[in-house]
């Protein structure tokens, strides 16, 4: 594949400047704001902020997780996470059960509400990144893919990858 100044493209990546950089990290930034925009309306209109979206995408993904293993996930300080988990089961969204095995575990699952306003914030993000998705073609969207996990902690990509098997 061949770059716009006529380059394998392949071989332009081993030398990127750091002016490439500097335009990838921009980039990196302007994105999230993008991909976090639709969501933060809706998490405003319930005095929500990004941790409790975080906290019911994964409880969404996991039923039943822990605390312990979101704090492990969410890489947030216990004293935060409790702050959030009380709202949201105030609010009626999460519901924490005592672990049948160990009773000092607290077991988390979303209500009927907490899945519905999960819905809402994955669908608004689902329809962004499908477009993106969409525009920049599959080649595209694997190499992304590939920098994303590349990016990642080595305990994160553990827990990205366990994740990612469970809907397979």
Known sequence: MTDPSGQNSGESLLFLTDDQLRKGIEAMFFAYRGFTADPDRILAEKSYGRAHHRAIHFIHRSPGTTVNNLLNILGVTKQSLNRVLRSLIEDGLVE????????????????????????????????????????????????????LEAMMDRDMRKHFLAMKDKST
Do not use: C, I, N, W
């Not at 209500?111 to 477009?131: F, K, V």
């Not at 998705?133 to 992304?144: K, S």
């Open 96 to 147: 924490s059960r005592v672990g049948q095995k160990d009773k000092r575990e607290r077991h988390l699952y979303l209500t009927d509400a907490g899945e519905a306003l999960e819905r809402e914030l994955s669908d608004a993000q689902r329809s962004r990144m499908r477009d993106a998705y969409r525009q920049a073609g599959p080649d595209a969207v694997q190499g992304f893919r590939q920098v």
